[in-house]
């Protein structure tokens, strides 16, 4: 069942506890690790204009987020140059290299991330990082966080055959990682990147770093956060705990 972050309710609380002994916790990058969606809305926003697209006009915030944030660069490529699949391409491969610079500098971890990697530490679980953006990107921002040595396992979407919203990126992860599906919970904040966790099988707690709730609700998530500080994820994680028979207390409750 899905619930908007606004409701504090009982389900959300005990969404996550039917995958007791938990094994592994999943994480999406852009816009669940960091909150980097804003730099790539500047990138976009700087650098569409200079090929003519919408006229020249600089694309809203909304655009963005309905056509471009979370999905793969194929699929932007195809929206940007519907006629010529290379030029758009390597416009986004320029993109991504904008965004790498100003990402060295603007870069902002999501509120709670390092509560929920003690958490995660804690309790000796797997966990792997699951995304759509280029490795160069992925890697980037991993080390910027310090988060590089936290994961065991990095995938990256066009190095499988299908990329989010399609399940393979994170049933690659659950292979890697050797856990089951029924003992891991995924992290996201895109409608792609909720729809191919849950399409892969898992709960998927969804974050409103960038995308406003009505849209990621559509994609079926278990329940939506603000960030990691939020309290309905540590009331879920403790009824976990407590499911579990984690001797580790559930800290941030």
């Known amino acids: 069942m899905t619930a908007s972050s606004g409701e504090n309710s009982v ?32 990138a976009f926003r700087e650098m569409l204009p200079e090929i003519g697209f919408n006229g020249g006009v600089p694309i809203t915030e909304e655009y963005y987020i309905e056509n471009f944030a979370g999905k793969h660069n194929d699929d932007v490529a195809r929206i940007l140059f519907p006629d010529d699949f290379e030029r758009g391409l390597k416009f986004t491969e320029d993109k991504e290299a904008m965004f790498r610079r100003l990402a060295t500098e603007q870069l ?15 309790r000796g679980l797997k966990r792997a990082a ?36 399609h399940p393979e990126p ?3 992860a659950l292979e890697i990682l050797n856990v089951s599906k029924d003992h891991t919970f995924v992290f996201e904040d895109s409608v792609s990147g909720i729809k191919a966790g849950v399409a892969a099988g898992m709960p998927v707690i969804g974050l409103t770093t960038g995308n ?33 028979g984690s001797s580790s207390a559930t800290s941030g409750a």
Request: some cysteine; aromatic content about 10%.
């Open 11 to 42: 389900d959300s609380k005990s969404s996550l506890s039917g995958l007791a002994p938990l094994e592994a916790v999943l994480f999406d990058i852009d816009g669940t690790l960091c909150d980097s969606d804003p730099i790539h809305f500047y």
């Open 108 to 122: 902002k971890p999501v509120n709670g991330i390092y509560k929920v990697k003690k958490w995660v530490e804690d």
């Open 130 to 165: 699951v995304t759509n953006a280029p490795r160069p990107n992925a890697e980037q921002m991993l080390s910027m966080l310090g988060l590089t040595d936290f994961f065991q396992a990095l995938i990256i979407g066009n190095e499988c055959e299908h990329a989010k919203p």
């Open 170 to 172: 994170y049933l690659k």
């Open 212 to 244: 406003p709730e009505h849209i990621l609700i559509e994609a079926k998530p278990t329940f939506l956060i603000k960030d990691y500080d939020d309290s309905k994820l540590w009331a879920a994680l403790e009824e976990l705990d407590k499911k579990s």
